[in-house]
């Protein structure tokens, strides 16, 4: 008999759910076929047979939460499986062969005992557990006979006050319309929610926004993209303009590079630009590692990659760990503009938006460009308004003069 065990799930990762059996007991499995998909809050992960032979149980049914190691069904190695079973007996013989068994009636309940009786309150008393709704049966009294006093109700009436206040019941689930459908939410999608709303609930933050013409990149973009492609069998795309941009700017303003912990900032010395995918279930953010150290071309095999891990359900954990600032282009799916929410422990997201082309005015004259309006959501515990301003500038100038990226100034 072998195990059908959970696999290590990666740093800072401690559970995984059931997402589908691809197999049901009884079926024959070979060894390294698929038998299980775990989801976790990062990735999808497949574990495999262990052996030739027959699922011979599982457990953890889907939708389970598993550990790390925990064991998920066995194999029987080197079984067959079995014939089918033969058809069951008539309803009329089976009927026969079981009996009705008698059920015992339940006994009946045992009256509850009265309640006590309240003990007796001092006149001054009577006021304030009347004007305050007390109750009296609960109050303990010191005086004589055990007569509640005014200091007894007093007593009381402070400690209501200072009780914690009773947590909220869970509300019942609403009833589901005809038209309406219940879906569970995947454990990505939940983790996505909690997190953004941690990070809301844990940073200062705040958003600043500025606008770049994209002329000049755009004009380097379509002058060297067939050549680019041919030299290093990869597209030229705006998103490795940015990441170079990005760098830039991180390294002029390193405190939005930097991260909070405790009453400690950490600065960081390495640029791991992490580059929002939207997949169909749901965003995730893999990261380009030493994206300084790659150049334009690096930057988008490494982006070309991870997005097709992504839309695979490839991406290892690796892959989604150790970012130091994030980039999010909701441009793609047409949006002008937004306020992106940070990454934590990061303290600062770009949001790249939608290329339009509007009126501006450029040396007295009103002429059309191609704009695109830039969002930063940085952590005021860690940056400062001017810092903020200053990173997004630099990130302005980078991309109007790409000429600057080239030359590293």
């Known amino acids: 008999m072998a195990d059908i065990m959970t696999p290590t799930l990666g740093e800072s990762v401690t559970e995984a759910t059931v997402a589908r059996w691809a197999k049901k007991p009884g079926d024959t499995v070979r060894k390294d076929e698929i038998l299980v998909e775990l989801e976790t809050d990062k990735v999808s992960l497949e574990v495999a047979a262990p052996a030739d032979g027959v699922l011979a149980s599982i457990s953890a049914e889907e939708g389970a939460t598993v550990e790390p190691g925990a ?25 026969k062969a079981e009996a009705p068994k008698a059920v015992a009636p339940a006994p009946a309940p045992k009256p ?44 009381a009436l402070e400690a209501r006050a200072n009780a914690p206040a009773p947590a909220a019941a869970a509300a019942a689930p609403r009833e589901i319309h005809e038209r309406e459908e219940r879906v569970r ?7 996505i929610a909690r997190r953004l709303k941690e990070a809301q609930n844990a940073a200062a933050m705040l ?9 000049n990149v755009m004009a380097l973009r379509t002058k060297y993209k067939d050549v680019f492609e041919k030299t290093h069998g990869v597209k030229l795309g705006f998103m490795s303009f940015f ?11 390193p405190e939005v590079n930097a991260e909070i912990e405790g009453q400690d900032l950490i600065y960081k010395n390495h640029y791991d630009i992490g580059v929002a995918v939207g997949t169909e279930r749901g965003l995730v953010v893999p990261v380009v590692r030493d ?31 150790g970012g130091t600032f994030t980039i999010s282009n909701g441009g793609v799916y047409g949006s002008l503009m937004s306020t992106p929410i940070l990454n934590a422990p990061q303290s600062g997201i770009l949001g790249m938006h939608k290329i339009q082309d509007r009126p501006m005015a450029i040396g007295g004259q009103v002429v059309i460009r191609p704009m695109m309006y830039l969002a930063l959501s940085y952590d005021h515990r860690v940056v400062d308004g001017q810092g903020a301003v200053t990173f997004l500038v630099h990130v302005k100038d980078a991309i109007e003069n790409p000429e600057r990226l080239l030359l590293d100034i």
């Open 71 to 95: 064991v998920l069904g066995h194999v029987t190695e080197g079984a067959v499986a079995a014939a089918p079973a033969k058809p069951a007996a008539p309803k009329a013989e089976a009927a």
């Open 112 to 155: 509850a005992p009265a309640a006590a009786a309240a003990a007796p309150l001092a006149p001054s008393a009577q006021r304030i557990v009347a004007e305050n709704k007390l109750d009296a049966g609960a109050i303990s009294g010191t005086g004589k006979d055990g007569r509640v006093t005014k200091g007894d109700a007093l007593a």
């Open 185 to 191: 939410m995947t454990r990505l999608r939940q983790t």
């Open 207 to 215: 958003t600043t926004f500025n606008e770049v013409d994209m002329t």
């Open 243 to 253: 990441v170079a941009a990005v760098v830039h700017a991180l390294k002029q303003v």
């Open 291 to 321: 994206a300084d150290a790659l150049g334009l071309a690096g930057v988008e095999k490494a982006i070309g990659a991870l997005g097709k891990k992504a839309r695979d359900g490839a991406l290892a954990m690796e892959d989604l760990q």
